[in-house]
């Protein structure tokens, strides 16, 4: 079984509507993140948590939420769904140590906003 | 604003060649620096990281990293066209609060 799991893996969705991207991980990390990705802009990311109690905004927070219901889930919201959240959305955990922070990727979301 | 640079490419190279990946950064007390590779529409995956002076090598992959020039590359041997794929650089600073800065990638084609 993959260490990083992402549901749903595609959605397709309409303007205005809530979606929730799920991200679960069995790699006993502290650490999770959300980025998106678009073509030419690399990754992005979005929100972390060093964490359960611990949550904070990344460099593209506006229009998203999150919660950490545990140490292995970390979810994303975009309470209401617009065409530019069009994306591929991944979900990554590491694990502080040795000075060094590697991060491990899920296998990502594509979703479109019409 | 902590940067990391990387030619977007396309890096064409003949199967067999070496290819040569760069990645320049800007914040001086960054500490660990990583290669990731990622194929179109998958996830990014580690191929290494370094954090000392010098080279490291792992199997056809080898990094180097000089802190004086702020300059990290990825070194490919032998390379195979499924090597072609976007290489991403990432660089993470001291200290347990840092996150990592990832530049926009290189794409590499290896052509048989």
């Known amino acids: 079984d993959a260490d990083v799991t992402q549901t749903p893996r595609n959605r397709i969705t309409k303007t205005g509507k809530r979606i929730m991207l799920e991200c679960s991980q069995t790699?006993?990390?502290?650490?999770m993140y959300w980025y998106r990705q678009d073509p030419g802009l690399g990754l992005r990311l979005i929100y972390y948590?060093?964490?359960?109690?611990?949550?904070n905004k990344g460099e593209i927070s506006d229009g998203y939420s999150v919660s950490r219901q545990a140490q292995a889930k970390f979810s994303l919201s975009l309470e209401s769904a617009i065409p530019n959240q069009t994306a591929l959305y991944f979900c990554?955990?590491?694990?502080?140590?040795?000075?060094?922070?590697?991060?491990?990727f899920g296998p990502g979301t594509r979703l479109t906003v019409l | 604003q902590k940067e990391v640079e990387q030619n977007s490419g396309p890096l064409s190279v003949p199967e067999g060649a070496i290819a040569s990946l760069n990645c320049t950064y800007s914040?001086?007390?960054?500490?660990?620096f990583f290669w990731y590779r990622q194929y179109s529409g998958k996830s990014p995956e580690l191929i290494m990281f370094?954090?000392?002076?010098g080279d490291k090598e792992d199997g056809r992959f080898t990094a180097q990293l000089n802190k004086a020039s702020q300059y990290v590359s990825l070194l490919i041997r032998d390379s195979q066209p499924s090597d072609s794929a976007t290489y991403l650089c990432?660089?993470?600073?001291?200290?347990?609060?840092?996150?990592?800065?990832f530049g926009k990638g290189t794409k590499l084609t290896v052509n048989p």
């Open positions: 990554a955990t590491s694990d502080w140590g040795q000075n060094t922070d590697t991060q491990y």
């Open positions: 790699k006993g990390h502290d650490r």
């Open positions: 948590s060093f964490d359960v109690k611990d949550i």
């Open positions: 914040d001086r007390g960054s500490q660990s």
């Open positions: 370094i954090y000392s002076n």
């Open positions: 990432a660089v993470i600073g001291q200290g347990g609060s840092e996150k990592l800065v």
